[in-house]
């Protein structure tokens, strides 16, 4: 019993002494990067892609667009679309996904950031600091990799199947297609200056910048786009039969 | 008489500007007519939160067979206007102004909805 309390007294001792001596705790080491982590949203009808006209599309390119019929906008054709993510529900591709009105989440770790989309719950993966892959698998999203420029993550990215459109209108690509994002913040909210590069589409690169403002409600609420739904509206609203049986 | 129940509370009337509702995933002019909003005063039918957009079936004469059916935007978008899957229910009397199908078509794109308890609710 004693002895224990000689050893409770000792160890208040020594902490009355360490309390004493002790030096202010160091501040916190400065993050080596801003964090871009976060609920992003971009505002309806807020930027976008250039006009048409704008882009410098090869002649093969533009007799592909001008064959397009998008769903919505100038040569809208919704009835009869050639909207690959209307006519089979598929994926957006990059950077399609992210023109919804839609939120993205953006989760920075130290080797990876990842871009989380509400719509479809879709995402990519942008590894950081690791070289680009020479010859990756054709993806949806495409093979990422960044890197930091002081406070912007700097994002090259090749390896795109072709058969997405690059926004509604039906801008086409290759395979060929490379990206170079310059993501940063500008007051709260988050840039996306895209550097677009494809030989096969475009006569020279281009830019184009996206903006999204913080989405104070990170609740990110399901949207899963199926082709069942797709043509269960069209026979509801168009009086369109389903060329597939759907989902009752 | 079901038309006496419930009566139609407005008629149609041409707007200048077309909707702010969120088609991301069609153009509306191919479809409906945005340069006129109808409201009526209607019995819901069906309210289904699916994808592309929600559903709204309603019945103007107060039935519980859907006579107009009414797209609204997407879950998440209309969610951020403060509509939930549980907004109104089959049998809820409300006022709805929409935008008509082209060419006589029962259809129609909801603009806004105010409920049986008052809240208006913007699409």
């Known amino acids: 019993m004693i002895r224990r309390l000689i ?3 000792t160890a208040a001792a020594l902490t009355a002494a360490a309390a004493g001596c002790s ?9 080596a990067h801003p964090d871009l982590s976060g609920s992003w949203v971009r505002p309806l009808g807020e930027g976008g892609l250039p006009p048409a006209n704008k882009i410098p599309l090869t002649p093969r390119a533009a007799a592909k667009m001008k064959a397009e019929r998008p769903a919505a906008g100038e040569n809208q054709d919704f009835a009869n679309t050639t909207d690959p993510s209307l006519k089979y529900a598929d994926p957006n591709g990059y950077p399609r996904i992210s023109m919804h009105p839609m939120r993205f989440k953006l989760i920075q770790t130290n080797d990876y950031v990842y871009q989380l989309w509400e719509y479809n719950q879709n995402w990519r993966q942008i590894a950081l600091n690791v070289p680009q892959d020479p010859d990756p698998a054709l993806t949806w999203y495409g093979n990422a990799v960044g890197k930091w420029e002081g406070d912007t993550l700097v994002v090259d990215s090749i390896g795109y199947k072709d058969s997405t459109w690059l926004d509604s209108r039906g801008l086409p690509h290759t395979q060929d297609l490379h990206l170079v994002e310059r993501i940063h913040k500008v007051g709260e909210n988050l840039v996306f200056d895209i550097t677009f590069e494809d030989p096969g589409a475009f006569t020279k690169p281009w830019t184009a910048q996206l ?8 609740t990110m609420t399901e949207t899963i786009y199926t082709i069942s739904d ?16 759907i989902r009752r | 008489m079901r038309s006496n129940v419930l009566s139609i509370v407005a ?17 509306a002019a191919s479809i409906y007519d945005m340069s006129k909003e109808t409201t009526i005063k209607a019995t819901v039918t069906e309210y289904v939160w699916t994808n592309p957009h929600v559903e709204l079936g309603i019945s ?32 809820d009397v409300v006022t709805v102004t929409f935008h008509p199908g082209l060419r006589g078509a029962k259809i129609g794109v909801v603009v806004k909805l105010i409920t049986a308890d008052g809240k208006e609710l913007h699409a």
């Open chain 2, 60 to 91: 103007p004469s107060g039935g519980t067979t859907t006579e107009l059916l009414l797209e609204l935007g997407s879950p998440p978008n209309i969610r951020n206007r403060g509509w939930t899957s549980r907004t109104v229910k089959a049998g």
């Open chain 1, 23 to 31: 030096k202010p705790a160091a501040a916190p080491a400065a993050a």
């Open chain 1, 230 to 245: 797709e043509l269960r509206f069209r026979e509801r609203f168009l009086q369109q039969k389903p060329t597939i049986p």
């Open chain 1, 211 to 218: 903006t999204y403002r913080p989405s104070p409600d990170g």
């Open chain 1, 7 to 9: 050893a409770l007294a």
């Open chain 2, 11 to 27: 008629a149609t009337v041409v707007v200048l500007l077309a909707s702010t509702s969120a088609l991301a995933h069609h153009g």
